[in-house]
C-alpha cells in the first residue's frame, strides 16, 4: 500500500484503493470507495462526498465510520 503524507486535496476526484492517507486535508472532494484496501488517519475532510460501491464487503457497516464532516454519502 502506497503513503500519501500532509498532502491537500482540493475539489479532486480521489479513488482511496491502495492507499494510506496520513495527515491529509480533503476540502470538497469526491471520494470513491470500491474495495477495503485502504487507510486514513489524522486526516481532516471538508464538504467532501463519499462514494461507496455497493459491492464492497460491509458496505453498510462502512458509512457510519466515515468523517462527521462529509457532506454526503452516494
Not at 498532502?7 to 491529509?24: A, V, W
Not at 481532516?44 to 458496505?59: L, M
Request: with cysteine; aromatic share 14%; proline share 5%.
Amino acid at each position: 500500500m502506497d503513503h500519501i503524507v500532509h498532502k491537500s486535496f482540493t475539489d479532486e476526484e480521489i479513488h482511496f484503493e491502495n492507499l494510506h492517507f496520513i495527515g491529509c486535508t480533503f476540502i470538497r472532494c469526491r471520494i470513491f470507495v470500491t474495495s477495503l484496501k485502504f487507510d486514513y488517519d489524522r486526516c481532516s475532510f471538508t464538504d467532501c462526498i463519499f462514494h461507496i460501491d455497493p459491492e464492497v464487503p460491509y458496505s453498510h457497516l462502512l458509512r457510519p465510520l466515515l468523517p462527521y464532516t462529509s457532506t454526503g454519502i452516494a
